[in-house]
C-alpha cells in the first residue's frame, strides 16, 4: 500500500518484472497529439540547450587554457605541485612519522653496530701487526 502511495516518487530501483512492464508498455499509443507534440518541443528545446552548453563548456576551456598559459602554468607545473602537495600530505600523516621515526632509530643501531665491527676489525689488525 505505501509503494502505491509513493507512485511517481518510488525510489527504489527498477526490478526485472517492472522493467520488462516498462518495456512493453505502448506509451506514445497512451498520449494524446497534444502530448506528443509537447514532448517534441521539449525534446528540441532540450537538444538545443546541450548543445549550447557544450558550446559553452568548450569555450570556457579554451579561455582557462589561455590563461594558464599566460600565468606559465602547464601540465608539468601542474603535476610537481600536485606531487609537492601529496608528498607534504604523506609526510604529514601518523603512519609516516612513526615509520621515520622507527626507519631513523633502526638506522642509528646500524650505525652503532657498523662502528663497533669497523672498530674491533681494527683492534685484530691492530693486534695481529704487533704479534709478528
Do not use: C
Not at 604523506?90 to 662502528?115: D, N, P, R
Not at 691492530?126 to 704479534?131: A, R
Amino acid at each position: 500500500m505505501e509503494a502505491q502511495a509513493r507512485g511517481l516518487l518510488e525510489t527504489e530501483p527498477l526490478q526485472g518484472r517492472d522493467e520488462d512492464t516498462v518495456a512493453s508498455a505502448d506509451f506514445p499509443s497512451m498520449l494524446s497529439e497534444e502530448e506528443k507534440e509537447e514532448l517534441k518541443a521539449e525534446l528540441v528545446q532540450l537538444e538545443d540547450e546541450i548543445t549550447t552548453l557544450r558550446q559553452v563548456l568548450s569555450a570556457k576551456e579554451r579561455r582557462l587554457v589561455e590563461i594558464k598559459q599566460k600565468l606559465g602554468m602547464n601540465l608539468m607545473n601542474e603535476l610537481k605541485q600536485n606531487f609537492s602537495r601529496s608528498w607534504h600530505d604523506v609526510q604529514t600523516t601518523t603512519a609516516y612519522k612513526k615509520t621515520h621515526e622507527t626507519l631513523s632509530h633502526a638506522g642509528q643501531k646500524a650505525t652503532a653496530a657498523f662502528s663497533n665491527v669497523g672498530t674491533a676489525i681494527s683492534k685484530k689488525f691492530g693486534d695481529m701487526s704487533f704479534d709478528t
